[in-house]
């Protein structure tokens, strides 16, 4: 069975600095796709950033971009110029076939 | 587009009470899914539809949890009788088959207190 590891319950960060939040998982696919959702307190979920499998370049979202390690098997979210509003849970989520799988998130602060 | 609308947004009942949570996935997305959210367990698939059909029920709890999905713009999860472990966020999302890439887009959620 698959599953999504993030093993940094809580990260901080200060304003307009860098921050890296973990994910890994494990499957034994070879195409699938991995997204990172951020939650913040209205608890609506929110695509950040996709990534396929099959692509080696890793995905960028503006001030997102994700480290991708396929044969590590890991998925890592960096954020940077971290701004207020950046503050949220942030989910890691495996995808192949039919079903989503999330890992059990980071809750992300930032100071100012 | 209004995205994926679930009703209500917060449902606070008694123990024993049946609940009923609603939901209007996007239209044309033919993939509809139910989540669980609590702090012990985080985000727990449910239940899930392709075109309205249930394919995969192995995450509901128990038999106190059904779901339907009559039509394609609409879908129900009941919990009957109610329990106050039963007490989380309910998401719903869909998605398109076939469109993976997109991820799923999920709906604001409704939080469900049992007392």
């Known amino acids: 069975a698959q599953t999504v590891t993030q093993s940094q319950p809580e990260m901080s960060v200060q304003e307009a600095e860098t921050v890296t939040l973990s994910c890994t998982y494990d499957?034994?696919?070879?195409?699938?796709?991995l997204f990172w959702y951020k939650q913040p307190p209205s608890r609506q979920m929110i695509l950040v950033i996709r990534q396929e499998a099959y692509k080696q370049q890793n995905a960028t979202e503006n001030r997102f971009s994700v480290n991708f390690q396929k044969a590590a098997k890991s998925f890592s979210l960096k954020i940077s110029d971290s701004q207020l509003g950046d503050a949220a849970m942030y989910f890691c989520a495996y995808h192949n076939t039919d079903k989503l799988i999330f890992g059990t998130g980071t809750r992300l602060q930032v100071f100012p | 587009d209004a995205g994926v609308i679930q009703s209500p947004r917060h449902e606070v009942t008694e123990m024993g009470q049946e609940v009923t949570l609603r939901c209007k996935p996007i239209s044309g997305h033919n993939s509809l899914f139910w989540y669980r959210q609590t702090m012990m367990r985080g985000l727990e698939l449910l239940i899930y539809f392709n075109n309205n059909v249930p394919i995969d029920d192995s995450g509901m709890p128990e038999d106190r949890f059904s779901a339907k999905m009559p039509n394609a713009s609409f879908s129900t999860l009941k919990i009957q009788p109610s329990e106050p472990r039963d007490s989380a966020v309910y998401f719903c999302?869909?998605?398109?088959?076939?469109?993976?890439?997109?991820?799923?887009?999920f709906g604001s959620g409704t939080r469900l207190t049992v007392v």
């Open positions: 999302a869909s998605s398109l088959r076939g469109s993976l890439g997109n991820g799923y887009t």
């Open positions: 499957t034994s696919e070879s195409d699938y796709y």
